[in-house]
Every structure is written in structure tokens, then in C-alpha cells.
């Protein structure tokens, strides 16, 4: 940042002070404060990709209409799984499962292994009731994390869901945790 004067200095604040406050004008429902201090940081550093959740949380609070078709831009062709798990991410915040699922799926096209994605597409499958594909994708997650209880508890839920709450047992008393399923 270039500093034109000691004077202007004094009214900088830093990235931390910036987020800080960003997140306080947020719960206030100051959204359109809170957007204008992140978009000042934008300026000074890239966001993060959980400040860009935050920013189109922001986006999405002042005009939802504008937030679905900057998503949908950003997502568009991108190279990076950071963009397709943001806004998938996102998506399903706003309840827009369908979309969720296609981010998430262009997410694991560009790494057919990552965690995130799996989990989250998933839990997108689960949402929707497509509950042999979030099992698939859950037990493909857990031959890559075995020990990830909270995606084993997703399993069963989905198991559940289905009508097949033996399998559901089954995945949970496989971890010992038979306190659970009494």
C-alpha cells in the first residue's frame, strides 16, 4: 500500500482489523458495511477462499439475484477446485442443490481424490435423496479416510434414509461405537 502522507496512515487499518470488522458489521446486519471493508481488502490481498464464502454470503444478504449469477460466472470454466468447492459450497447454503452437485462434481474432474469435494458431494447427494450415490460417494471417501467418523456417521444416515437401517448399524458398530447405535 502506497502511503501518500503519515496523516492517511493513521486511518489504514491492516487485513486482520478489516476481517474484524467485517465480521462484527455482519452480525450487526450492517451486510453493505461489511461487504465495503472486504471489498477493501480485497484490494490489498486476494480473499481466501472462506472469505469469498463470506463475501458472496454478504453479496447473496444485499441482492441474491446479482449473488447467483456472479457464482455461476465465477464457477464457469474455472481451473481451480478452490472455485468449484466455494461456490458449491455456497450453493448449498442458498439451497441450490443442483448446483451444488455440479460444482462439486467439476471439482472432482480436476482431483478425482479430494477429500473436500467428496465430502461435500456427499452431503449434496444426501440433501437431494439420492442416497445410493451420497453412500457411494461416502464409501468412497472412507477408503481414502477410513478413521473419519463424521463421514462414517453420514454413511449410516444415508443408509438410514434409505430404509436400510441394519447396513446403517452395521457401519457404525464396524467402529466399535456400539454406545451410538444403542
Do not use: C
Not at 472486504?38 to 446479482?66: C, D, G, M, Q
Amino acid at each position: 500500500i502506497e502511503l501518500y502522507s503519515e496523516r492517511q496512515a493513521d486511518y489504514l487499518e491492516s487485513p486482520l482489523q478489516l476481517k474484524l470488522r467485517s465480521i462484527a458489521l455482519a452480525k450487526e446486519k450492517s451486510f453493505l458495511s461489511a461487504m465495503t471493508n472486504l471489498r477493501t481488502l480485497k484490494s490489498i490481498a486476494p480473499l481466501s477462499p472462506e472469505w469469498k464464502v463470506f463475501y458472496h454470503y454478504l453479496v447473496f444478504k444485499i441482492n441474491p439475484k446479482s449473488s447467483f449469477k456472479e457464482l455461476e460466472r465465477m464457477n464457469k470454466g474455472s481451473p481451480q477446485i478452490a472455485n468449484d468447492l466455494t461456490a458449491g459450497k455456497l450453493f448449498l447454503l442458498y439451497g441450490k442443490n443442483d448446483e451444488a452437485t455440479k460444482a462439486f462434481e467439476s471439482g472432482l474432474e480436476k482431483d478425482p481424490s479430494n477429500v473436500e469435494a467428496l465430502e461435500n458431494l456427499g452431503d449434496s447427494y444426501l440433501k437431494n435423496k439420492k442416497f445410493d450415490k451420497s453412500i457411494s460417494n461416502y464409501s468412497r471417501l472412507l477408503s481414502i479416510e477410513p478413521q473419519n467418523f463424521k463421514v462414517k456417521l453420514k454413511l449410516a444416515k444415508s443408509y438410514i434414509k434409505k430404509g436400510q437401517l441394519i447396513s446403517g448399524m452395521k457401519v457404525l458398530e464396524a467402529d466399535n461405537n456400539t454406545e451410538i447405535v444403542k
